[in-house]
C-alpha cells in the first residue's frame, strides 16, 4: 500500500516534471511579444483575405462586410507597437521556429517605419473605399496588398 503510494506520489512528480518541460520549451524569452505581433499578422491576414475575395469574386461583395474588415484591418495597422518588438527577439537570437522577423528589422527602423506608414496609408484609403462599391474596393486592393510585401521580402525570413 504505502510502496503504491510513493510509486502514485513519484509518477505525479514525473508528470508534473514532463509538464514543466513542455511548458519551458513552448516559452522563451519574449514569446508574449512575439506572440502579440504574430496575432497582430493574423488579424491583417484575416481581414485583408475577406477584402481580396470579394475583390477576386470568390466571394460575393457585401458593402458592410467590405467596410467593417477594411475598418479592422485599418484599427490593426495604427497599432502602437513600442513593446511588440524588443531587442533581441529576431530570428537569428531565437530561431525561425519562433519568430520570422530578422535582425534587419532591428538596424533599420527608418526603412521599417516608412514601411509601416505605406501600410497605415492604403488601409486609410481601403477604409473610405471599401464598402462604397466592389470597383472601389478592387481600386484600393493594390496598395495595401503592395505594402504587405513591402516589409515582408525585406524583414521577415522566408519560411523554409
Ligand atoms: C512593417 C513591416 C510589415 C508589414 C507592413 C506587414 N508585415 Fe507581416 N510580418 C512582418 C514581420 C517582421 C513578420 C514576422 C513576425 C514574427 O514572426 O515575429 C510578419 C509576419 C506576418 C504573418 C505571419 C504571422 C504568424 O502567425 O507568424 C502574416 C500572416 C503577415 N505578416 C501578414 C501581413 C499582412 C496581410 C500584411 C499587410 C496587410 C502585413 N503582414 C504587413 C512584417 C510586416
Known amino acids: 500500500m504505502l510502496a503504491k503510494r510513493i510509486l502514485t506520489a513519484t509518477g505525479a ?3 508534473m516534471g514532463l509538464a514543466l518541460a513542455a511548458y ?3 516559452s522563451g524569452p519574449h514569446d508574449k511579444a512575439i506572440k502579440a505581433r504574430q496575432a ?3 488579424t491583417y ?3 485583408l483575405g475577406i ?4 475583390a477576386k469574386g470568390k466571394m460575393e461583395y457585401n458593402a458592410d462586410l467590405a467596410a467593417e474588415s477594411a475598418a479592422n484591418l485599418n484599427a490593426a495597422a495604427n497599432f502602437g507597437q513600442s513593446a511588440y518588438w524588443p531587442v533581441g527577439s529576431d530570428s537569428a537570437t531565437l530561431g525561425k521556429e519562433r519568430t520570422r522577423a530578422l535582425p534587419a528589422l532591428w538596424e533599420n527602423y527608418a526603412d521599417v517605419g516608412e514601411k509601416a506608414k505605406a501600410l497605415t496609408d492604403a488601409t486609410a484609403i ?3 473605399e471599401a464598402g ?3 470597383e ?3 481600386g484600393a486592393m493594390g496598395a495595401a496588398g503592395k505594402s504587405c510585401k513591402g516589409c515582408h521580402d525585406d524583414y521577415r525570413a522566408k519560411k523554409n
Request: glycine share 4%; net charge neutral; no cysteine.
Open 51 to 54: 477584402l481580396g475575395a470579394m
Open 40 to 42: 497582430m499578422f493574423q
Open 13 to 15: 512528480v514525473a508528470v
Open 126 to 128: 481601403l477604409n473610405v
Open 24 to 26: 519551458a520549451a513552448d
Open 136 to 138: 472601389a474596393l478592387q
Open 45 to 47: 491576414n484575416f481581414n
Open 132 to 134: 462604397k462599391s466592389l
